[in-house]
């Protein structure tokens, strides 16, 4: 009797903490701070866990961008962004990504991943389910020397390099000569969209071939390198 009566408080014992737990589980808490905006569903609706419930403004703006697979694994929470509004077009916002979705979402085939970025300030220009465009900064250089993307070519080896006149002592803008340019190997940082950082190799202020056009005339078949306007300070 004493060993039934122990196996009973056992289960009553297991039946009171699941009701608990439901109990619990039966409070719905928002994840942010704000204000109901509209509830969606009334007292003895069925729900699920994909039902939307109510709607709620929050008074923190927050931006959801949607980026494909390619893009989303350069993103990290932490990390700053810059925003622009469709319907404000000198509206100029930073923020930064509060969280990054773990899972994705397909649609025709195409997988993209949710992103919200928290905006550092609250301009009362921008409006719920506004249209935004967002720049992540993935990473940054801050006062490096930079060149251009087109001026940095590579050998066969796939080292990196720029071209430049070693006889050019006066640091002339423009030269005509009939001699090839040299190269100087550098060592290239961060590449962005048009622009890559230069590690080693340049020196602010150094001058570099930017520009080459080939002259020639009836009475000579040579052709010659004219490098007008084409020496890049950097």
Known sequence: DILSYRVQLSQAEANYV?????????????????????????????????TVILNIISHDKLAEITFNEVDIAKIKVGQKANLFFNAVSDLYLTGEVVEVDSLGTTNQGVISYGVKVALDINDERVKPQMSVSADIIIDEAINVPMVSNQLIKRDSSGLSYVEYFSSNPNNLQEITTDELPD?????????????????????????????????????????????????FNL
């Open 18 to 50: 699941e009701a608990r737990e439901n109990l619990e589980a039966a409070t719905i808490k928002s994840p942010i701070n704000g204000q109901v905006a509209k509830i969606n569903n009334q007292v003895g609706d069925d729900v699920s866990a994909s």
């Open 183 to 231: 190269i100087k190997y550098v060592e290239v940082g961060l590449i962005g969209d048009s622009n890559s950082e230069i590690k080693s190799g340049l020196e602010e202020g150094e001058l570099i071939i930017t520009r080459t056009t080939s002259l020639s005339s009836s009475s000579n078949t040579n052709t010659t390198a004219n490098t007008q306007n084409s020496l």
